[in-house]
């Protein structure tokens, strides 16, 4: 399985973006989805996740309430939506597909411990 990014851009603060997350092959409704980002000299950080059904969501903190996430199986795609963005959103945002482990251990584990990833999309919020 292979996944794409896009959807990033520039925005004001206060604004919404929708990123996109598009995968090869025939297998993505056996796979969990999640959502991560970095910026200069941090680590990658979690931010939002979906379970192989898409029924079971899971945010980070700082995005919970702003932030929704969503799977497609029928098109191979997985959205996040953004909205009431904050320049500390600012960030190139990856995708991530996993089908080794259960959801509840995926939101816990650490970025370098997953292996799938596109090739990210930058958000940029002003202020």
């Known amino acids: 399985v292979q996944v794409e990014e896009s959807g990033g851009g520039l925005v004001q603060a206060g604004g919404s973006l929708r990123l996109s997350c598009v995968a090869s092959?025939?297998?993505?409704?056996?796979?969990?989805m999640g959502w991560f980002r970095q910026t200069p000299g941090k680590e990658r950080e979690f931010v939002a996740g979906?379970?192989?059904?898409?029924?079971?969501?899971a945010y980070a903190d700082s995005v919970r309430g702003r932030f929704t996430i969503s799977k497609h199986d029928a098109e191979n795609t997985a959205y996040l939506q953004m909205d009431d963005l904050k320049p500390e959103d600012t960030a190139v945002y990856y995708c991530?597909?996993?089908?080794?482990?259960?959801?509840?251990?995926?939101?816990?584990?650490?970025?370098?411990?997953?292996?799938?990833w596109g090739q990210g999309t930058q958000v940029t919020v002003s202020s």
């Open positions: 991530n597909v996993d089908n080794s482990r259960s959801f509840r251990d995926y939101v816990k584990s650490t970025p370098a411990s997953l292996t799938i």
């Open positions: 092959g025939n297998d993505f409704v056996q796979f969990t």
């Open positions: 979906v379970n192989w059904s898409g029924t079971t969501p």
